[in-house]
């Protein structure tokens, strides 16, 4: 009987992590929400994004990436995607006239909903309600800043939105697009196997998540809430609900105001 080939076999069992089909151009999957990413540094992405849930997910077709290299839209010889600003001052700006053509390469076929979003620390600073009406579009197109930022004049042509991470500046928009992909992703149908858990998790109904525990039933001195072993759904339920409003309470007053705001408007039209 001949031997197999060995590095035949390694080639025939090892598994590829890195979804590369679905991280192209082609082919698109009718009908699956796919994120467009354009940015100086493509090998950044997956990143975190194809690990765990997210990465099974892309694999699996449920979500579809594109990564598009700034790079390539550059001018001359060296590619130059950036110059200096208008009126002097330090750093550099992305151009017009790359991004431009950047932009328009990457959003021809796109149809539907589809929202162009540059990354900026000016711009509507994310949440659920956000992350879940992009997760209802088709797709979303992000551009990914670098330098000072992007020539104003881009931004008024294409209407792009300007979403922010947080009340801080980063070196540049990748690390705000992987978050904003996996805070959407994981709200598409599939993406978690249970659906439930997006329903009960912070953020869903406008207050902090009410406090986990799990196995062992005391760990270091510390039990578990004897509510939570009663069996009773009832008081459970009425537990977190207490827990929820009281962590929120003492930890996010501005998410507790709105929230007794709108409590208070639903009942006003009871």
């Known amino acids: 009987m001949t031997a197999p080939n060995k ?3 390694r080639k025939a069992i090892r598994p590829s992590f890195k979804p590369r089909e679905l991280m192209t151009p ?4 009718v009908g699956v929400w796919k994120a467009k990413i354009m940015t100086l540094f493509p090998t950044a992405f997956p990143g975190v994004l194809g690990e765990s849930l997210t990465g099974k997910a892309l694999q699996e077709g449920l979500w ?4 598009v290299d700034l790079r390539q839209f550059g001018v001359g ?9 208008a009126g002097g001052g330090a750093g550099m700006v992305l151009r017009p006239d790359v991004l431009g053509h950047a932009i328009e390469h990457t959003m021809a076929g796109t149809a539907g909903k589809w929202p162009l979003i540059y990354l900026s620390p000016r711009g509507r600073r994310m ?3 956000l992350m879940q009406d992009l997760a209802q579009c088709d797709g979303v197109t992000l551009l990914c800043g670098r330098f000072e930022g992007v020539d104003e004049r881009v931004l008024e042509h294409y209407g792009i939105m300007e979403v922010s991470l947080g009340d801080f500046v980063m070196t540049g928009g990748e690390i705000a697009a992987q978050a904003l992909i996996d805070a959407t992703v994981r709200l598409i149908p599939g993406v978690l196997g249970n659906q439930a858990s997006t329903e009960e998790e912070s953020f869903s109904s406008g207050l902090l998540e009410h406090p986990q525990y799990t196995r062992p039933a005391e760990w270091k001195g510390r039990k578990i809430p ?8 009832g ?3 009425k537990w977190r609900q207490d827990m929820s409003a009281e962590i929120t309470k003492a930890r996010r007053p501005d998410l507790w105001a709105a929230h007794e705001a709108k409590q208070h408007d639903g009942s006003d039209k009871d």
């Open 7 to 9: 590095s035949h076999g």
């Open 235 to 237: 008081k459970i339920e």
């Open 226 to 233: 004897d509510v939570l072993m009663s069996g009773h759904h």
């Open 26 to 29: 082609t082919p698109d999957l």
């Open 64 to 67: 579809q990436m594109e990564t």
């Open 77 to 85: 010889k060296h590619r130059n995607v950036d110059d200096t600003p």
């Open 127 to 129: 949440d659920q309600a």
